[in-house]
């Protein structure tokens, strides 16, 4: 992002321990321009018990608004630039969130997209501000301000607890049997029947789940993969985390759907975990 030198610059991070659901935190931090004459300042110090890593995020953005609307205007200032380290808040924000809003929080394909209400806020915050806001992404930690708002949410996310994300619906969490960090990707599906092991779920728009879930393959009694499908309220409870089921899903690369959960089916115990002694 080019920054304007006679801008004001407000730089924003999330963090969350266990994401998600795990203790949360964001921070912003207010760089004024130099013809204004004052120092840095901290303008955003949130920290609660459970949320998610976007989620924080964005909170940091909202919250970065707010700020803006009850401290501006400020003389000779014609915007304000806020910086995320977050490319899915940079990469939404301009055009595609207010297209989710236009398709009740869908994408184009009728996949129902997280955190509604945040962005929600965001979208009608912003022109009631008073000023410009621009949004952009820089990589963070690269400078010594975004390691300072880095270290800030991430001081706010251990603090956690003392304040709290009223939008945030918890699913439910457990352990994948893949290894690694590498996110969940959304299933190819064609109709197939296959056997799956949720491990988190993820309350959507009016209630539909997002699940990710491993692949069983019951010949080589292995676990594949990292992936993510949705399903209606009642079909999702169904899936219980941790356990086995042949479930069917529709035919949308898209937006792929859990349709039917056919049967239970039993999973070998997961090893133990090795502990060092």
């Not at 304000?80 to 899915?88: K, L, N, P, R």
Request: charged share 25%.
């Amino acid at each position: 992002m080019l920054l304007d030198p006679r801008a004001i610059h407000i730089y924003t991070d999330g963090s969350c321990y266990g994401n998600p659901g795990g203790s949360s935190g964001c921070a912003g931090i207010v760089h004024y321009p130099e013809h204004l004459a004052r120092d840095d300042e901290q303008i955003v110090d949130f920290g609660c018990a459970e949320s998610s890593n976007n989620r924080m995020e964005l909170m940091a953005c909202v919250k970065a608004l707010s700020w803006i609307r009850e401290n501006g205007p400020w003389a000779d200032v014609t915007r304000v630039q806020i910086i995320t380290d977050s490319i899915y808040v940079s990469e939404n924000v301009t055009f595609r969130a207010r297209a989710w809003k236009k398709n009740q929080w869908r994408n184009r394909h009728g996949e129902p997209k997280a955190n509604h209400d945040l962005w929600d806020t965001l979208l009608k915050l912003r022109p009631k501000v008073g000023v410009r806001v621009d949004f952009g992404y820089h990589k963070g930690k690269t400078s010594e301000i975004t390691n300072r708002v880095h270290k800030a949410a991430q001081e706010a996310a251990v603090r956690g607890g003392f304040d709290v994300d009223v939008g945030y619906r918890p699913g439910g969490v457990s352990r994948s049997m893949v290894e690694g960090r590498a996110p969940a990707l959304r299933y190819p599906a064609d109709g197939q029947m296959i056997v799956v092991r949720p491990y988190v779920k993820k309350v959507m728009y009016r209630g539909e789940l997002r699940i990710s879930f491993n692949v069983f393959d019951e010949a080589e009694q292995t676990y594949e993969g990292k992936f993510f499908a949705f399903a209606e309220k009642d079909l999702g409870a169904e899936l219980h985390l941790g356990n086995g089921h042949r479930v069917r899903f529709n035919h949308d690369l898209n937006y792929p759907v859990i349709t039917e959960r056919v049967e239970a089916v039993l999973l070998p115990k997961p090893p133990r975990r090795r502990r060092d002694l």
